[in-house]
């Protein structure tokens, strides 16, 4: 399987934008790229996916480069509830049955009040 | 309510017995999936399923064994819990079609001394 890797922490500010990075340098032209996040003494929650362009939803923004080597997650206004652990994953949706989200570390993000 | 309800949400046993941890689901979904967390480490997979039907080994399915009751229910079984079964158990479950996000429960803490 593809791999990512990601910083183990970062801080940022309330209320100024974050900026999560992500590299996959072994990425296939199949793999999709999905992020997810996980809040102290929860599940993980789904936060955004994307193949080859930028993407926006109602939480972030991902960012991905045209080599597709690398990617940023964007949360444009932290707050205090954004405070998680942040998983970037590569998914490969050419095989019907692979199913598996390979979970590394992520990136723990702290808030400053 | 919660849309994938886990079942109990802790449980401390000890070795030797035998455990089931429940899973239910509003989603409506046909894919539905058992990960374990370890403290610091991310969520690996150890069994899913596409319907009542299908049952899929994931990366670490010795010692563990499932059963898919109904499209919403899906239960995880230790048939002889041992102490490195100790972890932090997710339930998650997705819509059949093409790369949609997983949706998780909020976990089970499972203790075996």
């Known amino acids: 399987d593809a791999k990512t890797t990601q910083p183990n922490s970062m801080e940022s500010n309330e209320e100024e934008p974050v900026h999560l990075p992500c590299n996959h340098s072994?990425?296939?032209?199949?793999?999709?790229i999905h992020w997810y996040r996980q809040l102290p003494s929860q599940g993980p929650e789904y936060v955004i996916h994307?193949?080859?362009s930028n993407v926006n939803n109602r939480m972030a923004s991902l960012a991905i480069a045209e080599d597709r080597k690398s990617s940023t997650l964007i949360l444009h206004r932290a707050t205090l509830r954004d405070a998680a652990v942040y998983y970037c994953?590569?998914?490969?949706?050419?095989?019907?049955?692979?199913?598996?989200?390979?979970f590394g570390t992520g990136t723990r993000l702290t808030i400053i009040p | 309510d919660a849309d994938v309800t886990q079942t109990p949400r802790n449980r401390i046993t000890k070795t030797g017995k035998r455990i089931m941890l429940e899973c239910s689901q509003t989603?409506?979904?046909?894919?539905m999936y058992w990960y374990r967390q370890d403290p610091g480490l991310g969520l690996r997979l150890i069994y899913y399923?596409?319907?009542?039907?299908?049952?899929n080994k994931g990366e670490i399915s010795d010692g563990y064994s499932v059963s898919r009751q109904a499209q919403a229910k899906f239960s995880l079984s230790l048939e002889s819990a041992i102490p490195n079964q100790t972890a932090l158990y997710f339930c998650?479950?997705?819509?059949?079609?093409?790369?949609?996000?997983?949706?998780f429960g909020d976990g089970t803490r499972l203790s075996i001394l």
């Open positions: 989603k409506g979904h046909d894919r």
């Open positions: 994307g193949l080859t």
């Open positions: 994953i590569l998914r490969d949706v050419s095989n019907f049955g692979n199913e598996k989200l390979t």
């Open positions: 072994t990425i296939s032209g199949t793999d999709y």
């Open positions: 998650a479950t997705s819509d059949l079609r093409g790369h949609q996000p997983q949706h």
């Open positions: 399923s596409f319907d009542v039907k299908d049952i």
